[in-house]
């Protein structure tokens, strides 16, 4: 037993199967039977007896036999997975040595990838958030927006419509309407004015929302002479009322009418997107009456029943409007409609510069990459010699590439958790920076959805930095490196590798560079359009007159000329006009009219305009030109013959003879027998009022002494920018109705710099991107070129030293880098002209392929690349020819 | 021969590890050198022997290598692993510690 066992390991090998486990514990018992039995048979034991007595001995062998079976199974996995794990230890731990060893390489590539990652998940955080996340409501993708189309442009629905395809539709569970409408409540002596929305009695019913407390609408409780009851957003029973449950069933003062509160619902139930409170429609027979089909005022959503399909729901919408064409051709004859998801009508508009912006972003971080891939394939390239001394130590090739994989991976998952830092610190800026009026912005964070595009993130990256050398190791090979020795090494393929790259981030960059210059274009080409009237030094605020305590047109009228009177005494005030509406803002109204004593134009060619009701001051505030005939003026009162002014547009549209001036116009709505319209005693010049990237449309003005209405905007002209009103204001509306609020108070040049809110938004992050584009192209050159000359040193020594001038040195290394530039900008060019075809619905005054653009984007990157280039080539140009020679 | 007694839970394992303090041995050694050593007191199953060796292997306290006996025959070999050694040694003084005390109990009449 002394002697020593000869050496050869048994069982420990981790591919160790359970048979062959089985078959070594077998004969480790043979054994033992053997040794026992034979010591029994020289003791004097018959071997039959020798046999029964050492099994005797034993004890139960199959049941020994399999626990020794399983004891050791167990000992084998877990060895095996030891090993693995330790492998894997291995790998890591060597990485982490190799990336702090490395610590310049290392900072600058964790910084890059920060950068590169950060921003991305920061546009993703927006683009998930108001764009793809689900709506809060029970199964979002049944709910849709229905529209009316008219002569291809969507609109809303009038109430006979509504209520029509209310009746008709089978597809759609229920149809809800809806439209905005504000109302004053006076809150502890502050009159304040609410964002209400009048809905159907039904609208949380297909939203299927339920009350947080309380309950929402019953059926029925949308009827004119049903009890008045309002249902109020989360956000407003907090702010307002304390989050306290006793309002429920108490009766609040809405426009001077007592509601009864009967319910609060949660927050993130909102729709539509910024109601404060809910009140609901009370459609008077008036307004349900088949003669306001023209009258298109009312949203409409629905709800898709369950089996049925939006294309099956299209059908059958197109079908009743087919039917009520027929039924009322002068108001539907050319009248459709459109089904469209929920989630679509909400951020639909959004999805073409979002995803720009991602795709800009993406393109940094491709960049950003890049360099990064750069940087470690020349750290490879450089470590050759101990890949290759470990290769000959026994590491397979797998195990060589294994290694740098899991030093790129380890490294894109520091930078994107570095990444995500940044994403969380740039988030605020970025929401900051966002048009007010993006959807869903509040609701935007960093949560568990960007977490898992952090890690699909920190994969791609880890791929994109890891391959490029990955697949440079696969392809040395290894015997012939060491033969030759680290110096000898041809690193001719790494440097093409590297050259690729860098004319690859050069043709992003210029792609980049492009569509941010179009967009700067765009911005000033919006900025140089003459809107048609004078912003600057105008001071607006809007106040709404509730019908309770401004029954008839006479008070209200009244309203607006003793507000105007004591605005216009304030001081530094000018004038003062007042209007229905305003251009650049939301409030539209139009109407199609008719032109007396000419024939009915037929369906689909009927003439509309834009109304705006206004004071004769109004052109004046504005700055409005009178182009022919007069303005009206005060003498055009409630009692006299009615007059319009027009916009040249409509006058060029539908009196292309230059005959507008003495026409009589009609349209089908008014109050009594009276209808709106008059006749046409003068022509303004056209004023931009949807966008301005929109042409003009054609306007109808209608005095306010004889149209008063009930939600007036009055524009306050200053003598100079820095007169300060808005307290005046508040304290001359305060001395006529203590009740009314005072809203939307600010600069007109404010209004009219947030219609291009959404085009700013995009050249500041679009110039942000491309300049962090151009700054990591150029340390993707200056690293190439540096490298080229680093590799280059003996050849240049040698041409120095035969007399080459230093000029030809610097020109040379010059010539390296731009030869990459030019590479790079003529592929960025043709993808160029290629993508930015696909933003050309975001671009205004400019087209997608832009001569100048692309001319100056590609100077200025030649220029960078040769700023890039000038720091290497001048060290080549210093190069001491003995000292190149002799290294 | 006294009567045998049963062996108490863990001391097996503790006596295996005793064994192999001596140096490597296969099963059949080990089963000996304990019935030598206990004169026959205590009667060491071989099913559980075998099974506390491997045991013992899986905790990592004793290795086995295949060698050839002195019968010329091949057989398996355990021994100490260090780990094995610093377990003997602790549970050496803890049974020790252990019988003292049951020792000063049964001695106090006496």
Redesign the interface.
């Known amino acids: 037993?002394?002697?020593?066992?000869?050496?050869?390991?048994?069982?420990q090998i981790p591919l160790t199967t359970r048979a062959r486990v089985a078959r070594?514990v077998d004969?480790?018992?043979s054994?033992?039977f053997?040794?026992?039995i034979?010591e029994l048979v020289r003791g004097g034991m018959s071997r039959e007896d020798a046999e029964r007595e050492a099994r005797k001995?034993?004890?139960?062998?199959d049941?020994?036999r399999l626990?020794?079976i399983d004891?050791?199974m167990?000992?084998v996995t877990?060895a095996r997975q030891k090993l693995g794990f330790e492998t894997w230890r291995q790998d890591i731990r060597y990485a982490w040595r190799q990336l702090v060893t490395q610590r310049v390489f290392t900072i600058v590539a964790l910084l890059t990838l920060a950068l590169g990652t950060g921003v991305t998940m920061a546009i993703y955080s927006v683009v998930d958030g108001v764009l793809l996340r689900p709506l809060a409501f029970r199964e979002p993708d049944n709910l849709v927006r229905l529209y009316t189309i008219i002569r291809s442009r969507r609109s809303s629905f009038s109430v006979p419509d509504f209520m029509d395809y209310r009746k008709d539709s089978k597809t759609l569970t229920g149809l809800a309407g809806y439209y905005d409408a504000t109302t004053n409540y006076v809150h502890g002596g502050d009159p304040i004015r609410l964002n209400a929305v009048r809905a159907s009695d039904n609208l949380f019913k297909i939203l299927e929302v339920p009350a947080l407390i309380g309950r929402t609408f019953a059926p029925g409780e949308d009827a004119e002479s049903a009890p008045r009851v309002a249902v109020l957003s989360e956000t407003l029973w907090r702010n307002r009322f304390a989050g306290d449950s006793a309002i429920l069933g108490r009766s609040v003062l809405l426009d001077g009418q007592q509601t009864q509160v009967i319910g609060v619902v949660a927050s993130r139930y909102t729709y539509p997107l910024g109601a404060d409170l809910w009140l609901t429609t009370r459609f008077s027979q008036a307004e349900q009456n088949p003669n306001q089909r023209g009258a298109r005022w009312i949203r409409v959503i629905g709800r898709v029943a369950p089996g049925q399909r939006t294309e099956t729901v299209q059908t059958e919408l197109s079908g009743i409007a087919n039917r009520l064409a027929q039924l009322d051709s002068a108001h539907n004859g050319d009248v459709g409609s459109q089904v469209v998801s929920l989630q679509e009508s909400i951020v639909g508009p959004l999805q073409k510069p979002l995803f720009t912006l991602l795709a800009a972003v993406a393109f940094v971080l491709l960049i950003a990459s890049v360099n990064v891939a750069n940087l470690s394939l020349a750290r490879t390239s450089a470590r050759e010699s101990e890949l290759a001394v470990r290769a000959a130590l026994g590491a397979g090739q797998a195990r060589l590439v294994r290694q740098l994989v899991t030093e790129s991976t380890l490294l894109a998952v520091a930078g994107t958790l570095a990444g995500l830092l940044v994403a969380r610190l740039s988030l605020g800026a970025l929401v900051a920076m966002a048009p007010a009026d993006l959807p869903r912005i509040e609701s935007v964070k960093v949560d568990a959805r960007v977490y898992a595009f952090a890690v699909l993130l920190a994969c791609l990256a880890g791929l994109a930095i890891g391959v490029v050398p990955a697949l440079h190791v696969g392809a040395v090979n290894v015997a012939q490196r060491l033969r030759e020795g680290a110096r000898s090494v041809v690193r001719g393929g790494v440097q093409r590798r590297r050259q690729a790259l860098v004319v690859g981030e050069i043709a992003l960059a210029v792609i980049l560079l492009t569509g941010a210059g179009l967009m700067v274009r765009t911005l000033g080409a919006l900025r140089r359009v003459d809107p048609g009237f004078d912003a600057n030094n105008v001071y607006i605020f809007t106040a709404t007159l509730p019908a309770a305590s401004y029954p008839t047109l006479e008070r209200q009228h009244q309203f607006a000329v003793n507000t105007a009177e004591r605005l216009r005494a304030l001081p530094g005030v000018t004038d003062v006009g007042m209007s229905f509406g305003l251009p650049l803002t939301e409030t539209r109204f139009s109407l199609t009219f008719t032109v007396r004593g000419q024939p009915e134009p037929p369906p689909g060619a009927d003439m509309s305009a834009q109304i705006r009701i206004a004071t004769p001051e109004y052109f004046r505030v504005l700055r409005i030109p009178l182009k022919r005939g007069r303005l009206y003026d005060h003498s055009d009162i409630a009692s006299s013959p009615q007059v319009i002014v027009v916009s040249e547009e409509l006058a060029r549209r539908y009196f292309p003879n230059g005959d507008a001036l003495g026409k009589q116009l009609i349209t089908g709505w008014g109050h009594d027998s009276v209808k709106l319209g008059g006749t046409v005693v003068g022509i303004v010049g056209d004023v931009h009022s949807e966008a301005l990237n929109e042409p003009p449309e054609p306007f109808l003005y209608m005095p306010e002494a004889q149209w008063p209405f009930d939600e007036p905007t009055f524009t306050i002209r200053t003598a100079n920018a820095s007169t300060n009103i808005a307290s005046g204001v508040r304290d001359a509306i305060k001395a006529i109705d203590p009740t009314l609020p005072v809203f939307d108070s600010q600069p007109l040049a404010a209004v009219v710099a947030a219609s291009v809110s959404q085009q700013r938004f995009l050249v500041r992050l679009l110039s942000l991107f491309s300049l962090l584009a151009v700054v990591l192209s150029a340390i993707g050159i200056y690293g190439v070129v540096a490298y080229g000359v680093e590799q280059q040193r003996r050849e240049l020594g040698v041409r120095l030293a035969l007399g080459a001038s230093r000029d030809r040195v610097l020109g040379l290394v010059l010539r390296d880098g731009m030869r990459l530039a030019i590479l790079g900008g003529i592929i960025g060019v043709v993808g160029a002209i290629g993508l930015t075809r696909l933003v050309e619905r975001l671009l205004f005054g400019v087209k997608p392929v832009d001569p100048w653009t692309l001319a100056v984007v590609t100077i200025a990157l030649l220029a960078v690349a040769g700023f890039a280039s000038l720091a290497p080539a001048l060290k080549a140009a210093r190069l001491h020819p003995t000292s190149a020679l002799r290294d | 021969m006294a009567e045998s007694l049963d062996l108490l839970k863990g001391t097996l394992d503790l006596l295996v590890l005793r064994t192999l303090a001596w140096g490597p041995a296969h099963g059949y050694a080990v089963s000996r050198w304990i019935a030598e050593r206990t004169r026959d007191v205590l009667t060491v199953e071989e099913a559980a022997l075998y099974q506390a060796l491997h045991r013992l292997e899986r905790r990592g306290l004793i290795e086995s290598e295949w060698g050839v006996s002195e019968n010329n025959r091949r057989a398996k070999y355990y021994s100490l692993t260090n780990e094995g050694r610093r377990e003997l040694r602790a549970e050496s003084q803890a049974w020790r510690q252990y019988a003292a005390a049951v020792f000063r109990v049964l001695d106090f009449a006496g």
């Open positions: 037993m002394e002697q020593h066992p000869s050496k050869h390991r048994s069982v070594d004969e480790e018992l054994a033992h053997t040794m026992r034979e001995h034993f004890g139960d062998v049941a020994a626990a020794l004891e050791d167990r000992r877990r």
